[in-house]
């Protein structure tokens, strides 16, 4: 089992900056990718951005230039960078974990809400 908590979500301007994070604890041998996905309302969850173990990364569309995902090996920690926020970046945040075996782990989630 792997748990993930997140954190470094709140409310910010149109324009302005946020840093995600998400720590994984218990089984963390067997991530293999880590990633973001958001869920805002009225909509389904979708990637945010994603990284593999060997560093590799992909973004959504709507995000690429303005997000960066990074990992910390070392502290078991996934970063979301976000910058240049827009309102329509306003939803709830999960990390997610893949493991080796293809399992899936979410964290609960942390709301970011971008004002105009």
């Known amino acids: 089992q792997v748990q993930l908590v997140e954190s470094g979500g709140g409310l910010v301007q149109a324009g302005g900056s946020l840093r995600l994070s998400c720590a994984a604890s218990?089984?963390?041998?067997?991530?293999?990718?880590m990633g973001w996905y958001r869920q805002a309302p009225g909509k389904q969850r979708e990637l945010v951005a994603a990284?593999?173990?060997?560093?590799?990364?992909n973004y959504a569309d709507s995000v690429k230039g303005r997000f960066t995902i990074s990992r910390d090996n070392a502290k078991n920690t996934v970063y979301l960078q976000m910058k240049s926020l827009k309102p329509e970046d306003t939803a709830v945040y999960y990390c997610?974990?893949?493991?080796?075996?293809?399992?899936?782990?979410w964290g609960k989630g942390t709301l970011v809400t971008v004002s105009s």
């Open positions: 990284i593999s173990s060997d560093g590799s990364t």
């Open positions: 218990g089984s963390i041998f067997s991530i293999n990718a």
């Open positions: 997610n974990a893949e493991s080796l075996t293809t399992e899936n782990y």
